[in-house]
């Protein structure tokens, strides 16, 4: 099955400085990758479509200058949590779409837990 | 309104019973897709299964099996001979128009008792 990473799993940073989450596609191309936030007890808010090539796509309410995505090839995409708060803290989780798949499943990456102290 | 409506926070089943956790979805799109993951304490989430809204026959993979009634809107996940594994988050998700993101309900907690 198709496999998608993140790295690092988790980090703890100080308030104020920038934190970067890589998301992998492994053993697929994926023109286009997607970023969710998930806070305790809650489900998943779509943070940001990203797409290969071009800049990604925020949902409202998002800040588009905290969180910076880069999508600079098929199969990564970064995000980065600038200036962090502790009100940032949260579980980061990507996914990826696999086009050669009629369903186009989305694959998530194991997510990546921050704490902003 | 909400899209993906999952009504049932938490169940609870005793192992090798069958549970029935519930979904219903409000789209005005033809063309649909609708699945399921679940998500252990771990955080992954794992897919389990998907319908199509033009597939006539209900999805299943292995012990899971989704109730599709599309007039109805729902999109049930049964679970057939639970297992304590099983005890994690699930989430009903659906995706409009084709190729687009996902939009997920609010998610219910099993737990499987021995």
């Known amino acids: 099955g198709a496999v998608v990473s993140q790295h690092p799993s988790w980090v703890i940073c100080k308030s104020g400085t920038s934190v970067k989450i890589e998301c992998r596609s492994l053993d697929f191309q994926a023109t286009t990758m997607f970023w969710y936030r998930q806070f305790p007890k809650q489900s998943l808010m779509l943070m940001a479509t990203?797409?290969?090539?071009?800049?990604?796509?925020?949902e409202q309410g998002v800040e588009k200058d905290k969180f910076l995505i880069n999508h600079a090839s098929l199969t990564l995409s970064t995000l980065t949590v600038t200036s962090a708060h502790p009100e940032d803290s949260s579980f980061y989780i990507c996914s990826a779409v696999d086009r050669a798949y009629r369903t186009y499943e989305q694959y998530f990456g194991p997510g990546t837990r921050l704490t902003v102290t | 309104a909400q899209k993906i409506t999952q009504t049932q926070p938490g169940m609870f089943v005793q192992e090798k019973e069958a549970v029935t956790l519930d979904c219903t979805y409000d789209?005005?799109?033809?063309?649909?897709?609708l699945f399921w993951y679940k998500q252990p304490s771990s955080g992954e989430m794992i897919f389990l299964i998907y319908q199509g809204s033009y597939d006539e026959q209900n999805a299943t993979e292995g012990r899971y099996s989704l109730n599709f009634q599309k007039a109805r809107k729902s999109a049930n996940l049964v679970i057939s001979a639970s297992q304590l594994g099983d005890s994690a988050m699930y989430f009903c998700a659906m995706r409009e128009k084709g190729y687009s993101t996902l939009t997920f309900g609010k998610g219910t907690m099993l737990l499987v008792s021995p």
């Open positions: 990203s797409n290969e090539g071009s800049k990604a796509t925020y």
């Open positions: 789209t005005s799109d033809q063309s649909y897709g």
